[in-house]
């Protein structure tokens, strides 16, 4: 039986990532060690473990900063209310929030500034949502899922919003922002998705790479990685078998028995690295390499933060 490996493409670090991780990298060149970094920066276990090794210092609250001192905000994007607990210590603040989120912010602060409910599509416990719901918690409902979607109650139909989470599934979000609609007749939305480029063109790519044939999908990331996680599930819709992996080590040999064609991707999060390591493995196994070298050309590119470029 042939074997054959497909690179795909778009894969790996999106605009936001990048920016995210350089502008800790920057802070540790100019500042030096420790710097202090609120939540890990990216959702990618390779990525804190490196910078940890450099110096950085990950806390979950900005109480175990020292007083005076830099806090690097993560991209997933931080509640108003930590803002403020930053300046009660008087630490200096990097934001690293990705543009992207930083959008969704802004949408709520202007839905909830016109007395409206709401509604914003995601995962209750991931890290963006809980930031984004921080903008107006009295006034923000997060819906998980459709029958959530169907059950949802607001105080005046009539007066409600839409945002959603940037890292969801496209045709899962479709699903629940349908029923929304139906129910709301109302219901205000922004004028450009929510859903971020890199999110949608990774999903797009998988399902392209399924559709010519792939039996097996790997998607290198973390567990916690949401976009990683829908990167599985957009290939397991379309029939494939795909399975999530940190790295090298977490590929099961098993996976491959009588697997002809193998796609291998990246979240968002995950760097190109690690990705090679198992097309290694693979070409090992007697795969033989195919697909996109280049793991993205979408030319978006985001200025760091201020701060950053003001000393970089």
Request: proline share 5%; glycine share 8%.
């Amino acid at each position: 039986m042939s074997r054959a490996l497909d690179l795909i493409a778009p894969r790996g670090y999106c605009a936001g990532v990048d920016r995210a991780i350089e502008t800790v990298e920057r802070v540790l060149e100019e500042q030096g060690a420790p710097v202090y970094v609120r939540g890990e920066i990216v959702h990618n276990q390779h990525v804190v473990r490196t910078l940890a090794e450099r110096g950085a210092v990950f806390v979950d609250t900005p109480e175990e900063v020292p007083a005076g001192s830099t806090i690097i905000l993560s991209a997933h994007g931080s509640a108003p209310e930590i803002y403020e607990r930053c300046a009660a210590r008087d630490l200096t603040v990097i934001d690293a929030t990705c543009p992207l989120v930083s959008k969704v912010h802004a949408e709520v602060r202007r839905f909830a500034g016109r007395g409206a409910t709401v509604l914003l599509v995601g995962h209750a416990d991931h890290d963006e949502v809980v930031g984004t719901r921080g903008e107006a918690p009295e006034q923000v409902i997060v819906v998980e899922d459709i029958a959530q979607a169907e059950a949802v109650v607001v105080p005046d139909p009539e007066n409600v919003a839409l945002t959603t989470q940037t890292t969801l599934s496209l045709d899962d979000t479709a699903a629940i922002v349908a029923v929304l609609r139906r129910r709301f007749p109302a219901l205000a939305a922004p004028a450009s998705s929510d859903i971020c480029y890199a999110t949608q063109n990774r999903q797009d790519a998988v399902k392209g790479a399924v559709g010519t044939g792939a039996d097996l999908v790997l998607v290198v990331g973390s567990q916690n990685s949401s976009n990683s996680q829908r990167l599985v599930e957009v290939a397991r819709a379309g029939g494939a078998d795909a399975h999530l992996i940190d790295g090298v080590q977490d590929l099961d040999p098993a996976w491959l028995d009588g697997r002809a064609r193998v796609a291998l991707t990246a979240g968002a999060s995950a760097p190109e690295v690690l990705v090679q390591e198992v097309a290694a493995m693979l070409e090992g196994s007697g795969y033989q390499r195919g697909g996109e070298e280049e793991p993205t050309q979408e030319g978006v590119v985001f200025a760091l933060p201020r701060e950053v470029r003001a000393t970089g």
